[in-house]
C-alpha cells in the first residue's frame, strides 16, 4: 500500500467568472521511502498540490490519503507530526525576531514534548550547524544556514514525510549541492519519505525515483528516472522541457511551441 | 551608428583596473578588486556566486553606482567615450540609448504608477522623438518580439499586475528598443521558465549575430553560459580567476570553476552525494587574471 495517494485532487481559487482552476484532477502514489517528484514551470500547479497536501490550503476537492487514512480539510496535531513542510525562501519562511533555539523549540512545546534542549541540540548537529548557531538570529545566517534551519525545523517533530517546496532555487550552486547532499544523508538515515516539488529537470533527477510532469494543472506524464535520464519521456511537453534544461539552443529556441 | 570607430583591438568596451569599494562602518569592502577586461561584439558571460562582484561590473560600466560606493579605474572606455571623464549629461546620452542595461528585478525597476505601454513609449520617446501614437506601435511591436501574448492588453497594465517573468520580458523590450550597441544584462532571464529563458535568449543571440550588438550577460548558471555565450569570465570575491571561451569551460583549470561545475546536479550523471565545493583562502590573495577581447 502507497504512503501517499493523492486521487483526483482539484483545486480552484476565486469565484463565479474569475475562477482559476489551478489543479485540475492530479492522481498519484508516493510508496513509502521513496523520493517523488513534481515538475513544472510556472503556474502549472506544483507548489498547489504540495499546499493542499501540507494542509495550507483547505480549500480543495478529491482524496488525499496518508498512511490509509483519508486527510480532511483541517489537520490535527497528529498529521502535523507525520508530515513537515520546507519552504522555498529560507529568508520569508523563519520568523526575523525569533532566535534559532525558539525557532526549533516552539514545534517541539505545541506538541507537548519533552526533553526540548537536547532535541534542539541534537537536530543542529544533524543539519550540520552545531550548537554556535543556536542563539543566533536568522539575519545572522547565509541564505544556506537558514535553510538548514528550515529543514531542522521540519525533522524536529520527528516526521515520516517531508514535503519540499524548490529547497534549493534560492541557493547558489555549491551551497545548493550541500543542501541536496544533506537531505539524501537525513533521507538515508531516518527513514523519510520526501515530495519534491521543483522546475529544475536535473534537481528532480538528481534526487528522485519517480517524478510527474505537470502543466497547466495536470499531470501530463509520469515517469521514472531513469526514463529521464535515457530522454525517451512519451509527451511532447516533456520533452520540450527536457530539451529546454538542457541549455542554449538556437535551433531549438525556433521549435518551442506552448502547451496550454 | 555614432561615434568613434572604437579602440583599434575591436573592442567596443574596455575597462582596465577596475576597482569599487564601499566605506562603510565596520571597514572598506572591496567589492570589484582590480578588474580588467574587454567586450567586442560578442557575448560575454560574467558568472560568480552571491557576492562575487558581477553586478557591481556590470553597474560600474554605467557609472550607477552610488555613495558610498566608489569606482576606481585606469581606464574605461566605450566606443572611443572615456566614460570615467563624461559629465553626468554626457552619461546620460549613453545610458539607454547606446548601453542599455536589465536589471535583475523588474519589480523595482519598473515604474509602479506607470502603465507598461506609458514607460516603453517614454524610453522610445526620449531616445528618437518619435511621436506618441508611433510609440505605442513600435511598443506593441516589441512586447510581441520579446514572446508575450496580447501585448495591447499588457500595454494597458500596470507593474505589479504581471508577472515577474513577464516583467522581465518588459524590461528586456524596453532596453531593445533604442538598439544599443552593447547591451548588460544581469541575470535577465533567471526568472523565466527555461522554455520562455530560451526564447528571450534566441532575441538577444539575434541581436548579437546579426546587427553586432556587444552583450555583457551576467548570470549564475553555468551551463547556460557555456551554451549562450561565446566567451565565460568567472568571478570570485571581486576578482576574475579565470577566463575562457565558452564551450570550454567543462575543461577549466581553476579549482573554483571546477568545484562549481562538479556541484551541479546533471542529468547525465549517476547520483550520489555531489562534490562540495571546498573554498581556500588562497583564491581571494592570488592576482587576478585579464580578459581581453582578441
Redesign the interface.
Known amino acids: 500500500m502507497p504512503l501517499i495517494s493523492v486521487t483526483d485532487l482539484d483545486v480552484r481559487f476565486g469565484a463565479d467568472d474569475e475562477i482559476v482552476h489551478a489543479v485540475r484532477g492530479v492522481s498519484f502514489d508516493v510508496a513509502e521511502g521513496e523520493t517523488f517528484g513534481l515538475v513544472g ?3 502549472s500547479g506544483k507548489s498547489t498540490v504540495l499546499r493542499a497536501m501540507s494542509g495550507l490550503n483547505a480549500d480543495w476537492t478529491g482524496s488525499i490519503e496518508i498512511g490509509g487514512t483519508r486527510l480532511g480539510r483541517v489537520r490535527g496535531k497528529p498529521f502535523y507530526k507525520r508530515v513537515q513542510m520546507v519552504f522555498q525562501d529560507p529568508y520569508g519562511s523563519l520568523h526575523p525576531r525569533h532566535t534559532v533555539d525558539r525557532i526549533l523549540s516552539e514545534p517541539c512545546q505545541i506538541h507537548g514534548m519533552s526533553d526540548i534542549d537536547t532535541r534542539v541540540s541534537d537536530v543542529l548537529v544533524a543539519v550540520g550547524l552545531g550548537p554556535t548557531f543556536r542563539f543566533r538570529y536568522p539575519h545572522q545566517l547565509s ?1 544556506g544556514q537558514r535553510q538548514r534551519v528550515a529543514i531542522a525545523r521540519a525533522l524536529i517533530l520527528e516526521p515520516e514525510i517531508l514535503l519540499l517546496d524548490e529547497p534549493t532555487s534560492a541557493l ?3 551551497v ?3 543542501i ?2 544533506l537531505l ?2 537525513l533521507k538515508q538515515e531516518r527513514g523519510l519519505t520526501f515530495v519534491l516539488v521543483s ?5 528532480i ?3 528522485c525515483d519517480r517524478l510527474a510532469v505537470m502543466n497547466a494543472g495536470r499531470i501530463v506524464e509520469e515517469l521514472t528516472v531513469a526514463q ?2 535515457a530522454a525517451e519521456p512519451a509527451e511532447a511537453y516533456t520533452r ?3 530539451r ?7 535551433s ?3 521549435d ?1 511551441e506552448s502547451f496550454d | 551608428m555614432s561615434g568613434a570607430t572604437g579602440a583599434k583591438d575591436g573592442a567596443l568596451l574596455t575597462v582596465e583596473d577596475l576597482s569599487v569599494r564601499f566605506h562603510t562602518r565596520t571597514g572598506i569592502v572591496d567589492a570589484v578588486r582590480n578588474i580588467s577586461f574587454s567586450v567586442g561584439r560578442e557575448k560575454v558571460g560574467i558568472v560568480g556566486e552571491s557576492g562575487s562582484g558581477k553586478t557591481m561590473t556590470g553597474r560600474s560600466v554605467l557609472r550607477l553606482i552610488r555613495p558610498p560606493g566608489e569606482i576606481t579605474a585606469k581606464r574605461m572606455e566605450f566606443d572611443g567615450h572615456d566614460l570615467l571623464t563624461l559629465t553626468e549629461k554626457q552619461m546620460r546620452d549613453i545610458r539607454g540609448d547606446r548601453v542599455s542595461m536589465v536589471m535583475q528585478d523588474p519589480k523595482y525597476s519598473l515604474n509602479p504608477v506607470m502603465t507598461i505601454g506609458e514607460q516603453i513609449a517614454e524610453a522610445y520617446r526620449v531616445h528618437t522623438g518619435a511621436s506618441f501614437r508611433d510609440a505605442k506601435v513600435r511598443a506593441a511591436e516589441m512586447l510581441a518580439a520579446v514572446k508575450i501574448r496580447d501585448p495591447e492588453r499588457v500595454l494597458s497594465l500596470y507593474p505589479h499586475e504581471v508577472s515577474g517573468g513577464m516583467g522581465q520580458r518588459i524590461m528586456i523590450a524596453m532596453m531593445l528598443i533604442p538598439d544599443p550597441d552593447l547591451m548588460i544584462a544581469d541575470e535577465p532571464t533567471s526568472a523565466l521558465d527555461v522554455t520562455v529563458q530560451m526564447q528571450v535568449l534566441a532575441i538577444i543571440d539575434d541581436l548579437v549575430t546579426q546587427r553586432g550588438m556587444g552583450l555583457m550577460f551576467i548570470s549564475h548558471d553555468l551551463n547556460l553560459v557555456a551554451s549562450f555565450c561565446d566567451r565565460v569570465i568567472i568571478m570570485y570575491a571581486g576578482q576574475i580567476v579565470e577566463t575562457c571561451k565558452a564551450n570550454e569551460l567543462d575543461q577549466a583549470q581553476h579549482p573554483y570553476t571546477r568545484g562549481l561545475l562538479n556541484s551541479l546536479p546533471r542529468l547525465d550523471r549517476k547520483p550520489g552525494p555531489l562534490p562540495v565545493l571546498e573554498r581556500q583562502e588562497s583564491w581571494k590573495t592570488e592576482p587576478g587574471v585579464d580578459a581581453y577581447f582578441k
Not at chain 1, 199 to 203: A, I, P, Q, T
Open positions: 514551470e510556472s503556474g541564505g547558489d550552486v555549491s545548493q549541492a550541500e541536496l547532499n539524501q544523508r522546475h529544475d529537470l536535473s534537481v533527477a538528481h534526487m529521464l535520464r520540450q522541457l527536457l529546454a534544461s538542457l541549455g542554449y539552443d538556437r531549438a529556441a525556433a518551442m
